[in-house]
Every structure is written in C-alpha cells, then in structure tokens.
C-alpha cells in the first residue's frame, strides 16, 4: 500500500521516464478493484504503464495533483472522500463532472489537469452490454440519490429517458438528483416502481453489512422489467435474487465498475481498452475475495 505523498515521489524519482504512473487515490483504498482492473489492461496491451493504489490524508492531496502536474503521473481515479475536492483542484471540469460537481477521473493534457465523470456512461454502456438495453424513451426508477444515483441520473437524461423517478428518505436530496435528468425527472414514491422498464438501486442496502435490507419491496417488481443492482460485492444480493424470482432480468454493478475503468483507460492511453481483459481480472478478484 502506497500510504504517503513522499512514497510516490520516491518511486517517480526512481523511475524517471521508463513508466508512466497512474493512481487511485483516496482514504482508505486497500478495497479497491481498480490497480487490478487497470493493471490488467495494461499488461494486455504491453503499456508501460503501472497503476498503484495511493492513501491519500486530505492534507496531501494538493500535493498529488502538483505531481500530476510536473511528472510522470498521467492518470488518477478519485475514490471518496476526495470526488467533490478533486472537482476544485483540477483546471477544467468536463460538462458531465460539472454538472455532477464531482470528479472520479482525471487527466493530464496541454490543457492542464482535466477533470472526468466516467460513472454515467459507464452505467449506460453496462445496460447495452448485460441487457441490450436503450434506454430512450424508457420510465426509469432510481432508488437512493447519493453520488452513484446522481451520476446515472444525469447520463440517463442525456440518453432521453421519457420519465425518470427518484425515490429516496430524504427529500431534499431526491429534488436535487431528479434535478439532473432535466425536465423528466421527478421525485417519487414506491408507487412509481411497478410501471417503470428499468429499475436501478443506488443505494447500499444489500451490501455485507446491510445484506438482508431490501431497498424496496420486491412485490413491486415484475417480469417486464429490467432490474439492476449497482452492487457487486456480493455479486448478487437477496434483493436481485428475489426480483429474479418475479420474473424479472437482473445484473449486478459489475458491467459499471467495468465500463467506468474503460472509458478512464481510453482517456488516459489513447488506446482502445481490453473490456474482456478487464472484466476477466474483476470477476478473478471478485472470486478470491469472496
């Protein structure tokens, strides 16, 4: 585990030019999929690059971005707490990381340091690729309005979703997530669920400590609809499994954790992603971990 700023300037003084370096940071990172996700692509493609896991105080964090700036550190991932901190830091912010005000993806250009939101669009490129699934002019429901829910929100309205429902505890958040899907978003209620095409948790309920929470009823599931589960770990919750029983199709948040990594490696390389690679090195970590 790479704990402190000084351990990534030691390893960029040591080696110079012949790799270039990419980075997760955060606080904690030992969780974390994405040096083996990327570090996977990398050795498929015989790129000189390594990605490392990098633990991050917050009172380090400027420093990492300076390194950005001045060296061989051409790529950073932005896990929590540092998504909003890192929309700040960078120089310019795409649209998508804009309108979100966080980043969980960062690029070193001419420009300067770039700022990307890649969790969106890897969200929809899971739907096409699990399920086939275009979402336009589909009703969506959304449950939770966190960061997760937030970023499919916005790319779901990019992609002309005809409705889409936010069904969250707090109201306040919801209006601000429905917000982001323009004029087809809404807050709802649990009502809402059994007329939607799609219905996504974004939310935490199912995960290990809270492993027999259902983030909705699943009464209100139905065999015409498509019913997906950020989570991935495990990689199908109580929740997922009784929708199957209802009838419904069902992916986990494996396809997203993929295709958020891809479309950052693509960014960062110019190279076209190994997605068969990347996603046999998850499902293999994902095994030994469980």
Known sequence: MWAVVDDLKEFLERNGNSQT?????????NHSLSPTIHNAGFKHLNLQ?????????EG????????????NLKGLSVTMPYKAKAAVMVDECTPTAKALGVVNCVTSTDKGLIGHNTDGDGFLKALKHDADFDPKQKRVVVLGAGGAAKAITEALGRAEVSSLVVINRT???????????TDVGTVGDLEDISEADLVVNATSLGMKDNATQFPCPVDLIHSDQ?????????LKTPWLSAAEQKGARTHNGVSMLLFQATEAFTLWTGQQAPVSTMLRAIEEELERRS
């Open 226 to 234: 498509l019913v997906v589960d950020l989570i991935y770990h495990p």
């Open 171 to 181: 109201q306040a958040k919801a209006e601000s997530t429905a917000a982001l899907a």
């Open 49 to 57: 690059w390594n990605y490392i896991p990098l633990e991050v105080e």
């Open 21 to 29: 370096l990419a980075a997760v940071i955060g606080f904690p990172v």
């Open 60 to 71: 380090d964090l400027e420093e990492v971005f300076e390194q950005m700036r001045s060296s």
